[in-house]
């Protein structure tokens, strides 16, 4: 399915590297620095909810919420997502997309893979701030153990039906997140090593019912971080704080922006 037809109207594209990839702005002529959101393994623009609008509306920054690469409306990969994927997408592909839209010095708030990716683009370029929602800066046995799970229930269809509504090829999109991360290559992926490079403020907001990670990921984060750490841990919540806990989370993410960056 092509995504030039297929994508929503509220997109629209840009290309980095041969591959177009959907955006959307909000608030165009809001406040900067702009806040760009990225999404988690499995995400896309849409799958973000209210979120990013919530955001932004509370805060009148302008926001930038793309998806990546082989997700939602983007071009659908059409080969197997890298063991440096991560680096990729900070390094490579995010500093031309903020290039193309004109961000500089932006807030990125990443959930999970997202996350990752954020911390990696911070410990190379300036940025204003960084919002975590429950980030990964190591494997651990837990993930690995719900993606495999994941994978087997992917198998009987159900899945891939649900996932269609947000993305040009589900399998595509499910493949390349879930034989990634069961790479055996992939386990001693660590990103611990460039957090001391990262002195911007950090907010992390983790789950403590989270089935893809455990509350270690933002102990390393918080002890390491050269900058300064607010963190919020949540009762009752699984992988997306955004999702499970959307009062606290976007309090949370609200109150931070607006110490940090200042808004109307």
Request: proline letters at 6%; hydrophobic letters at 40%; glycine letters at 8%.
């Amino acid at each position: 399915m092509s995504s030039a037809v297929s994508k929503p109207s509220s997109t629209s594209l840009l290309t980095v590297a041969g591959c177009r990839l959907e955006y959307r702005v909000v608030n165009e002529s809001g406040l900067r620095p702009t806040v760009v959101f990225l999404h988690d393994g499995l995400g896309s623009i849409e799958l973000w909810r209210t979120f990013p609008d919530d955001v932004v509306g509370a805060t009148d920054h302008r926001g930038l919420v793309y998806s990546r690469y082989g997700h939602g409306w983007s071009d659908p990969a059409t080969e197997p997502r890298p063991i440096d994927f991560v680096d990729r997408e900070a390094l490579v592909v995010l500093p031309s997309v903020l290039e193309q839209l004109d961000v500089s010095v932006p807030v990125l708030i990443g959930h999970s893979d997202g996350g990752s990716i954020s911390l990696v683009y911070a410990a190379h370029h300036p940025v204003a701030a960084l919002v975590l929602l429950a980030p990964h800066v190591f494997v651990e046995a837990v993930g690995l153990d719900t993606i495999a799970t994941l994978g087997q229930r992917f198998a009987d269809g159900e899945l891939a039906g649900k996932m269609a509504k947000y993305h040009c090829d589900p399998v595509a999109t499910f493949r390349a997140w879930h034989d990634v991360w069961l790479d055996r290559r992939f386990a001693s992926w660590n990103i611990e090593y460039l957090l001391n490079r990262i002195e911007c403020p950090v907010l992390l907001i983790q789950g403590r019912d989270d089935e893809y990670g455990t509350m270690a990921q933002i102990d390393a984060i918080e002890r390491q971080i050269a900058g300064p750490v607010e963190r919020v841990d949540l009762s009752e919540c699984g992988h997306a704080p955004h999702l499970s806990q959307p009062v606290s989370t976007l309090e949370a993410t609200v109150g931070f922006v607006r110490d940090v960056c200042g808004s109307a």
